[in-house]
Nanobody, 122 residues
Framework: VQLVESGGGLVQAGGSLRLSCEAS????????MAWYRQPPGQQREFVAS???????TYADSVKGRFTVFRDKDKNTVYLQMNSLGVEVTAVYSC?????????????????WGQGTQVTVSS
């Protein structure tokens, strides 16, 4: 599946941002999708996932502030990010057709979007 992210940008601390990930196929044909981020100088880390049935999972660091949801008509998964702090500055990427193991989302290595930069200023 091809994935295209959008919605990144520069935002002040405390603000909100919504990221979009449009898939090249219908979401019902994709087992699960997820958001990851890679802060400067660090490894990529899991942020949130949404399964075909709608079940969502989150990294502990974003629970209560980030929400992953989808619009099936638009083949798009979103990441709503609220109460942003400078620590969330990163390149955010979408992954598709992952699986779950012991409740954790396992990314599909061949299905990454190009990423979108999120920068939070203090």
């Amino acid at each position: 599946v091809q994935l295209v992210e959008s919605g990144g940008g520069l935002v002040q601390a405390g603000g909100s941002l919504r990221l979009s990930c449009e898939a090249s196929r219908t979401l019902s044909s994709i087992n699960a999708m997820a958001w990851y981020r890679q802060p400067p100088g660090q490894q990529r880390e899991f942020v949130a996932s949404i399964a075909r049935g709608g079940t969502t999972t989150y990294a502990d660091s974003v629970k209560g502030r980030f929400t992953v949801f989808r619009d099936k008509d638009k083949n798009t998964v979103y990441l709503q990010m609220n109460s942003l702090g400078v620590e969330v500055t990163a390149v955010y990427s979408c992954n598709g057709e992952g699986t779950y193991g012991s409740g954790d989302y396992l990314p599909n290595r061949g299905s990454w979007g190009q990423g979108t930069q999120v920068t939070v200023s203090s």
